[in-house]
């Protein structure tokens, strides 16, 4: 479905909330993309190499592999928050967090 989010760097400092959108990929991945089109280009295309189809991902959380990694610990969700936004009214969000050795990192 359709969503706001942040992902990268620059958005998260300048708090800039960016069109995305997200499937629920499996039993235990969520994949977000830039845009619906860049999601059907992904999984209608049979000529894309795998570089390229990575490239149409923006984030990818997968909850039981990545536990297989040495040092992440798990994830968290924040509580869900209404927040007023002068541009697009009032809005929830929430956070999710990778935790490792070295605290939360977020996701998405």
Not at 30 to 52: G, M, Q, V, Y
Not at 58 to 63: E, G, I, R
Request: proline share 4%.
């Amino acid at each position: 479905g359709h969503c706001l989010a942040r992902f990268s760097l620059k958005a998260l400092v300048t708090k800039k909330w960016k069109p995305t959108f997200w499937i629920a990929y499996g039993d235990n991945q969520i994949i977000f993309f830039r845009s619906k089109n860049d999601f059907e280009e992904w999984i209608s295309n049979p000529f894309l190499k795998k570089t390229a189809r990575d490239q149409l991902v923006k984030c990818k959380v997968d909850f039981v592999v990545d536990l297989e990694q040495p040092l992440v610990k798990g994830y968290s969700v924040s509580q869900i928050c209404s927040k007023a936004y002068s541009r697009d009214g009032y809005m929830r969000h929430f956070k999710l967090e990778k935790w490792d050795n070295f605290g939360p990192t977020i996701c998405a």
